[in-house]
Nanobody, 127 residues
Framework: QVQLVESGGGLVQTGGSLRLSCAAS????????MGWFRQAPGKEREFVAH????????YYADSVKGRFTISRDNAKTTLYLQMNSLQPEDTAVYYC????????????????????RGQGTQVTVSS
């Protein structure tokens, strides 16, 4: 079993930055494919970013490409999401997710492909 705990959310002004963290329990973190998703009020959950087990492959939603960076530190069993140039439309609860599967691009953006999910952290961007 893997437990995921997100942190780093908060209130930031338009154009600001935040770095989210997702701490994972268990020594098998290195084998997990990881992803970030978000859900805004009244909207469906959407894919944000994906990273493979060693960080050598990343994949982003078009809406965050060039502004967000996903990374991981396997020694610390922690996943990160650096968010720059934040906009009000980035306001959402952000979730990290993990799976032992190797996901191809189409699968990597699907919430149901991930076996483990965190509780989420709120990000609010004020205009």
């Amino acid at each position: 079993q893997v437990q995921l705990v997100e942190s780093g959310g908060g209130l930031v002004q338009t154009g600001g930055s935040l770095r989210l963290s997702c701490a994972a329990s268990g020594r098998t973190f290195v084998w997990f494919t990881m992803g970030w998703f978000r859900q805004a009020p009244g909207k469906e959950r959407e894919f944000v970013a994906h990273i493979n087990w060693n960080g050598g492959s990343t994949y982003y939603a078009d809406s965050v490409k060039g502004r967000f960076t996903i990374s991981r530190d396997n020694a610390k069993t922690t996943l990160y999401l650096q968010m720059n140039s934040l906009q009000p439309e980035d306001t959402a609860v952000y979730y990290c997710a993990a799976t032992r599967q190797i996901l191809h691009l189409m699968s990597a953006s699907q919430w149901f492909e991930y076996d483990y999910r965190g509780q989420g952290t709120q990000v609010t961007v004020s205009s």
